[in-house]
């Protein structure tokens, strides 16, 4: 029974993968290739031009983050604009199914974005005559899936609750103000500004162990943000 179960509940997940798909490449081939060049394109451009390799780091993750992070706003953007969302919830993909299928939708989109960050710092240390270490390309390929994903894991109960509009202006307005609040302590205050300095330099030393704590946020996070997302989607009128 469990088994029968458990294979229905797949069943439903991957029909919501395939959905979410199909929802992706109906924008046409041209809007996936600027999709997944630009990045590329634009770190090259950075390391041809003589920006440090760090920098070109951190553009490529940041570029990456930002892009692939508007593919989950798209997706519930081409629910509502095609008048498709009237399906969701419904027999064979019900709202549990349909939540855990765009989370694992994303996610897989998350490991491509970590993909081509390190496809990307790779040629443009090559550009650059300052060949990366396949360690440290693993490294920022994983700590753009971790960011990722975390930052899909805050935005999904937003995007369920109000219209992606919405949703992704509050977001971007509270990144706004929280990073904002940041720079505004590390200019008033020296020793906070040194204790982020330290933090980083940590991070920095104990890479694997940074990871392997952010990637246990991630997981607490997507636990708790499928929650609320269910509890928000639930009490909805289909």
């Given at each position: ?142 700590m753009t899936v971790l960011i990722l994903v975390l930052l899909n894991a805050i935005v999904q109960p937003f995007l369920y609750r109000f219209s ?75």
């Open positions: 029974m469990n088994t029968t179960a458990n294979a229905d509940a797949m069943t439903a997940i991957l029909r919501q993968i395939s959905l979410d798909w199909n929802r992706t490449i109906s924008y046409g081939r041209s809007y996936i290739a600027i999709f997944f060049a630009y990045v590329p394109g634009f770190t090259c451009l950075m390391a041809a031009t003589g920006s440090t390799l760090d920098s070109v780091a951190g553009a490529a993750i940041g570029g990456a983050a930002s892009g692939f992070l508007m593919l989950n706003s798209t997706l519930f953007s081409y629910e509502q604009m095609n008048n498709h969302h009237w399906m969701n919830g419904i027999v064979p993909i019900n709202r549990n199914h349909q939540i855990l299928g765009r989370f694992a939708f994303l996610i897989a989109c998350d490991l491509v974005a970590g993909l081509e960050v390190a496809v990307s710092i790779a040629c443009a240390g090559i550009i650059m005559h300052e060949p990366v270490k396949v360690t440290d390309a693993i490294g920022f390929a994983a992606p509009y919405r949703a992704m202006a509050a977001i971007f307005l509270s990144i706004g103000v929280i990073g904002g609040a940041v720079i505004g302590l590390c200019k008033a205050l020296p020793e906070f500004e040194k204790t982020v300095e330290q933090l980083a330099e940590a991070i920095s030393r104990h890479q694997a162990i940074a990871l392997a704590a952010f990637l246990i946020i991630d997981v607490l996070a997507l636990a708790f943000s499928r929650k609320i997302s269910l509890h928000i989607y639930g009490s909805k009128d289909i």
